[in-house]
């Protein structure tokens, strides 16, 4: 069974551009989840999309973005980049919820902005 | 928030030495997970314990979950240079996503 994939792998903007990531889950899997990673503030949640509802939001601006197409695949969207939105996106997909809330996460998309 | 502390934070140890990483919370978590991140990867999911107190063990790898479900330990007994990476331990919540600790950061030298 193939496992996420993301795309683009690596992407460089610049201020003030907007961005679009692309994850898709493995198969069956109807949840994806977002996240943010970097040095100093390590694995940061953004949203969680399930049946093309978002069900959780974390704690960040609303320049970050989502959707989940009836396919289960996802975008993430930031507009209006930051030079501190630098990261890697990561995608997890799950299968089973609560209580044992197991993710699967994709390779990431390395963003850096100039 | 749910914060999960890990220490320590870095370790570096020889080829064959046993090591133990903490993830403490204040916080009781419905499951805790244990990942594997290299780097320019994505974490990779190491084991889910979901009963306090439950042990669980994956070859040389030994996870428990506190009775208490707020804290967790992993164990590593004769680490090897593969074992070389970026610990994260992870807690559930009722919702579907994670929480993550801080990291240990695990250099295993030839």
Same mark, same amino acid.
């Given at each position: 069974?193939?496992?996420?994939?993301?795309?683009?792998?690596?992407?460089?903007?610049?201020?003030?551009?907007?961005?679009?990531?692309?994850?898709?889950?493995?198969?069956?899997?109807?949840?994806?989840?977002?996240?943010?990673?970097?040095?100093?503030?390590?694995?940061?949640?953004?949203?969680?999309?399930?049946?093309?509802?978002?069900?959780?939001?974390?704690?960040?601006? +609303?320049?970050?973005?989502?959707?989940?197409?009836?396919?289960?695949?996802?975008?993430?969207?930031?507009?209006?980049?930051?030079? +501190?939105?630098?990261?890697?996106?990561?995608?997890?997909?799950?299968?089973?919820?609560?209580?044992?809330?197991? #993710?699967?996460?994709?390779?990431?998309?390395?963003?850096?902005?100039? | 928030?749910?914060?999960?502390? #890990?220490?320590?934070?870095?370790?570096?140890?020889?080829?064959?030495?046993?090591?133990?990483?903490?993830?403490?919370?204040?916080?009781?978590?419905?499951?805790?997970?244990?990942?594997?991140?290299?780097?320019?990867?994505?974490?990779?999911?190491?084991?889910?314990?979901?009963?306090?107190?439950?042990?669980?063990?994956?070859?040389?790898?030994?996870?428990?979950?506190?009775?208490?479900?707020?804290?967790?330990?992993?164990?590593?007994?004769?680490?090897?240079?593969?074992?070389?990476?970026?610990?994260?331990?992870?807690?559930?919540? +009722?919702?579907?996503?994670?929480?993550?600790?801080?990291?240990?950061?695990?250099?295993?030298?030839?």
């Amino acid at each position: 069974k193939a496992g996420v994939t993301q795309t683009p792998r690596y992407l460089i903007k610049t201020r003030g551009q907007q961005v679009t990531l692309s994850c898709s889950p493995i198969s069956g899997h109807r949840s994806v989840s977002w996240y943010q990673q970097t040095p100093g503030q390590g694995l940061q949640f953004l949203f969680e999309y399930f049946s093309e509802t978002q069900r959780n939001k974390g704690n960040f601006p +609303g320049r970050f973005s989502g959707r989940q197409f009836s396919n289960s695949r996802s975008e993430m969207n930031v507009s209006t980049l930051e030079l +501190g939105d630098s990261a890697l996106y990561l995608c997890a997909s799950s299968l089973a919820g609560p209580p044992y809330n197991e #993710q699967f996460f994709g390779p990431g998309t390395r963003l850096t902005v100039l | 928030t749910q914060l999960l502390e #890990q220490s320590p934070q870095f370790l570096s140890i020889q080829e064959g030495e046993n090591l133990t990483v903490y993830c403490n919370s204040s916080s009781v978590f419905s499951s805790l997970q244990w990942y594997r991140q290299e780097p320019g990867e994505g974490p990779v999911l190491l084991v889910t314990v979901v009963t306090g107190g439950e042990v669980k063990k994956l070859k040389r790898l030994t996870f428990q979950f506190g009775d208490a479900r707020k804290d967790s330990s992993l164990h590593i007994t004769a680490a090897q240079p593969g074992d070389t990476g970026l610990y994260l331990c992870a807690g559930g919540t +009722g919702a579907n996503n994670l929480f993550f600790g801080t990291g240990t950061r695990l250099t295993v030298i030839p």
